[in-house]
């Protein structure tokens, strides 16, 4: 995949397409990748799960996962936020590039507020 803005002697040139090749970037949708900008949380929560496989199905979710206020089921991002941030077991439905996750089970859900405190370490 080629970028309309990103130079082909660029520095990062190789990189973002070695990484769409990969499919671990898309792009805006419009033939674009913005590399000026900062990434935002959404785009790296996406790129990783994409590099460990995690795929996420909106409906095999467990409706008891935690819901964060900055992200809306209809955010494009939902889905990756949520297999970023609820423990859970699953099993693989389907296989190769059709395959998914189903949720079949919510871990404890982490005290993220002493995290932010504290660190991963406590107190």
Do not use: S
């Not at 949520?82 to 089970?105: F, I, M, V």
């Amino acid at each position: 995949m080629q970028f309309t803005d990103v130079p082909a002697n660029a520095w990062y040139a190789e990189a973002v397409r070695d990484g769409a090749a990969l499919g671990l970037i898309e792009g805006d949708g419009d033939g674009t990748f913005r590399p000026e900008d900062t990434i935002t949380r959404a785009e790296t929560v996406a790129i990783i799960n994409r590099m460990l496989g995690r795929k996420p199905h909106g409906g095999e979710l467990l409706e008891q996962a935690v819901q964060w206020v900055d992200n809306p089921q209809d955010a494009w991002y939902y889905e990756d936020m949520l297999e970023a941030t609820a423990g859970h077991d699953y099993e693989w439905l389907g296989e190769g590039e059709n395959c998914a996750e189903r949720w079949t089970a919510l871990q404890a859900v982490r005290d993220w507020t002493a995290l932010e405190r504290y660190g991963p370490q406590g107190a």
